[in-house]
Every structure is written in C-alpha cells, then in structure tokens.
C-alpha cells in the first residue's frame, strides 16, 4: 500500500480510513466511512471494498463473505 499510496503516516485521511472500526450500528459505521472515503484519492473500488470489509466487526465480517460482495454487480 505504501507504494501505490505513499506514507500513510502522512496521508491523514487514509490513515483514518484503513484504521477506524465499527463501533456503533452499521449505518453508522457506513457513513463515517463514505465521509472519510470521499477525502481520499486515486483509491480503486476493490481496495475500497476491501478496506471497509476490514473495518467492520468481526462477526459481520465473516457473514458478508458468504455473500462475496462485488462492486461490479
């Protein structure tokens, strides 16, 4: 990651994004996300996906796996 987005350290708002976790309901969660995502640039659909899968609780994780969430559809 660091070579496609360069330090993360100094990137602010993808550091926030790749780092926060679902604390809260799921709507919440989303929209904190979408907010952050909006901030940051030249991030493909699938990293998006990928990284918000990431960030969400554990249990909830491992039920949208089953579904294989694409973008594409």
């Given at each position: 990651?660091i070579t496609h987005y360069g330090d993360i350290k100094s990137?602010?708002?993808?550091?926030?994004?790749?780092?926060?976790?679902?604390?809260?309901?799921?709507?919440?969660?989303?929209?904190?996300?979408?907010k952050l995502s909006l901030r940051v640039n030249n991030i493909?659909?699938?990293?998006?996906?990928?990284?918000?899968?990431?960030?969400?609780?554990?249990?909830?994780?491992?039920?949208?796996?089953?579904?294989?969430?694409?973008?594409?559809?």
């Amino acid at each position: 990651m660091i070579t496609h987005y360069g330090d993360i350290k100094s990137n602010t708002f993808f550091s926030q994004l790749v780092n926060i976790q679902q604390k809260d309901i799921v709507i919440e969660h989303i929209q904190q996300f979408q907010k952050l995502s909006l901030r940051v640039n030249n991030i493909s659909e699938d990293n998006l996906l990928n990284i918000f899968m990431r960030t969400l609780k554990e249990s909830i994780q491992n039920e949208l796996h089953l579904f294989e969430p694409n973008l594409r559809e």
